[in-house]
């Protein structure tokens, strides 16, 4: 998925480090960095 600036991401859910949910859209109109990483 290719997403730009100023385009509008959909909806999804994150799983925080501590297994904590959250969903993206709690975050609509605030400025967000997304930062992901794996290690194989």
């Not at 290719?2 to 605030?30: C, H, M, W, Y």
Request: no cysteine.
């Amino acid at each position: 998925m290719t997403i730009n600036l100023g385009d509008t991401v959909p909806d999804f859910n994150l799983t925080a480090l501590d297994g904590s949910q959250t969903e993206i859209n709690s975050f609509r109109g605030k400025p967000l960095i997304i930062f992901m990483w794996a290690s194989w």
